[in-house]
């Protein structure tokens, strides 16, 4: 298929008109040097001024301080209590307590006993609560487990209620 003259031409005048884009880097890197050579020079002679107009902080009134969080970082290969490595993935992984015993001994190192329970705010249980060992396995039995449990939160819940019911 050919071209129309007047497309040839716009395509001609397009080639002939090219403009090479370029980007020079060597006068942005002269305006980087002399501003990095002005802080440089200019950043020695900060003078902090003092407030004098006597501006009181409010102090807190809080009658309980604030609790210390710990911070627990599983991380691929690694587990962390506060930055401290305490264990390895692969080692929590291979071991056939469900329960992570350096955890709990890290916890109880940092004087953090309180995390250690089956409490809701708790992190590490205890013990290993009956039903959760190898007995109790498989996708049937964690059913059974869950809906067990389920029934027993609502006939707790209902007795605090004081109420009673059918399916309790």
């Known amino acids: 298929m050919s071209m129309s003259n007047r497309a040839r031409r716009m395509m001609q005048h397009q080639l002939r008109n090219k403009a090479d884009a370029e ?3 060597i006068p942005m890197i002269d ?3 002399v501003m ?5 020079v200019y950043s020695t002679e900060v003078e ?9 902080i409010p102090q807190s009134i809080a009658q309980q301080a604030p609790k210390d969080s710990v911070v ?3 991380t691929k290969g690694d587990v962390f209590v506060q930055g401290e490595h305490v264990t390895t993935v692969a080692e929590v992984q291979s071991s056939k307590d469900p329960l992570v015993g350096p955890l709990r001994d ?3 190192r940092m004087g953090r006993a309180d995390l250690i329970g089956s409490g ?4 590490v249980p205890a013990h290993q609560p009956p039903g959760t060992g ?3 396995t498989g996708r049937a039995a964690g059913a059974r487990r869950q809906a067990r449990r389920a029934a027993d939160r609502y006939r707790r819940a209902a007795a605090k209620q004081g109420r009673t019911d059918e399916r309790a």
């Open 23 to 25: 980007l020079n880097l």
């Open 31 to 33: 305006i980087m040097s």
């Open 36 to 40: 990095v050579s002005f802080l440089l």
């Open 48 to 56: 902090v001024i003092q407030n004098s107009k006597g501006i009181e």
């Open 72 to 74: 627990v970082m599983i």
């Open 106 to 108: 890290a916890l109880k």
């Open 120 to 123: 809701p705010h708790q992190l």
């Open 134 to 136: 190898k007995a109790a």
